[in-house]
């Protein structure tokens, strides 16, 4: 497995904003968070339960695009929110 499949109690969450006059690293940055099992729960609001947030990190330095990529872990998310995405997670995996 690429992406561990056991969850740690703590939510990676990539909040992107890149302007449309840079739709390459748009489309990289929506692609790479697909392959890495993000899930998109608003436009630009990315999250997964995998702890994949040191190559965000690393990403968003490489890509020059510190600005435009937040990266944050949480295990604080409203308890109702937090049962739609682990129902969500569940089904990928299973899938």
Known sequence: ???PTQWD?????????????????????????????????????WISPYPLE???INMKRDMGLENEIMVLVTDKIDAMTERI???????KKEA
Not at 24 to 36: E, F, S
Not at 85 to 91: D, P, R, S, T
């Open 85 to 91: 995405l682990i129902a969500k997670f569940e089904e």
């Open 9 to 45: 109690g703590y939510w990676r969450m990539v909040i992107v904003d890149i302007p449309d006059n840079r739709k390459k690293d748009q489309d990289a940055i929506r692609y790479i968070l697909k392959k890495a099992q993000f899930t998109q729960i608003k436009n630009s609001i």
């Open 54 to 56: 040191h190559m965000m």
């Open 1 to 3: 497995h690429l992406v």
